[in-house]
C-alpha cells in the first residue's frame, strides 16, 4: 500500500454507506493508495448529521466541511478524492470551490450531481424492499449480472434507509432552493469524469457539459457500464482511477 492518501466519496441513493458502496473496489484500491471512505453527513453513521440544511449545494458544502474536518484530524495537508453520483461528486467539488489547495486530483462520476434535481424522490413514497431492490436495479447496467449483489444490498439499505431521520435527511437533500450552482469555471483542478455508458440514471450528456465547464476537466465513458461504473466495470475504473490520480 502506498501512503498516497485517496478519499473516497460514496453516492447518494437511500440507505448508502461507504463500505457498501466501495466494496467492490476497495481492496485494488487500498494496494495502491492510503484510502479514506467516510460515511457522508446524512447516510450510514451520520443520519442524523445535517439538521436545518436544505437543498443540494448546502449538502454539499457541509459535506465539503466534513472531509476537511477529516483531513485535519488525519494530519493531511493534500489528498485526491474520488466523488460518485450527487452526493460524493457534488462534495468533491464543492470542495475544490472552498479548498482547492488541499486536494491534488479528482475522479467523479455520473454527472457529480450537476444534472436536473429528479422529478420525484426514489425509494421513500414506496418504503419496502421491492421498491429498494428497483432503485439499485437501475444503478447497474444489467441486474441479471449482479442479483445476488443487488438483493443482499437491498436488505442492507432498507435497514439504514430506515432509520431514524434518514428519510428527513434525505427528501431535504433534493428540496429546490433558489441558490447557484457551483461555479465550475473557477475550479483550476484537474477533474476526470467518469460516466457509464449506459447510465439509467443520468445520460452522459450531464458529465459532457460538466467537462465543457471545467477548464482542466476530461470525460472518460466507460462502454457497458451503468451508473455503478465501480460495479459493472471494476478492473476498468481502478485502471483509470490509478493512471489520473498518479498522472
Sequence with gaps: ???????????????????SN????????????????????????RTAAGPGLRGPRAWAEARARQVLDLLDREGLE?????????????AALALLAVAPNRVGRVVVMGGAGTGPLPARVPFYDEPTKESM?????????????????????????LRQ???????EAF???????????VDLT??????LALHGERDRVSPPGVSERLVAALPHGRLEVVAGAGHWIHVDRPDEFCRLVEEFISS
Design 1 to 19: 500500500m502506498s501512503d498516497r492518501p485517496l478519499v473516497l466519496l460514496h453516492g447518494g441513493g437511500p440507505g448508502v454507506d461507504a463500505v
Design 22 to 45: 466501495w466494496t467492490a473496489v476497495t481492496a485494488r484500491l487500498q494496494a495502491g493508495f492510503r484510502c479514506l471512505a467516510p460515511d457522508l453527513l446524512g447516510f450510514g453513521t
Design 78 to 90: 493534500r489528498v485526491d478524492l474520488v466523488g460518485n453520483s450527487a452526493a460524493g461528486g457534488a
Design 133 to 157: 431492490r428497483a432503485v439499485l436495479g437501475r444503478l447497474v447496467a444489467d441486474e441479471t449480472v449482479h442479483g445476488a449483489l443487488l438483493d443482499d444490498l437491498a436488505d442492507l439499505r
Design 161 to 167: 434507509a430506515l432509520r431514524p431521520g434518514a428519510e
Design 171 to 181: 427528501r431535504s437533500m433534493f428540496t429546490a432552493v433558489d441558490e447557484p450552482p
Design 186 to 191: 473557477t475550479i483550476t483542478t484537474p477533474v
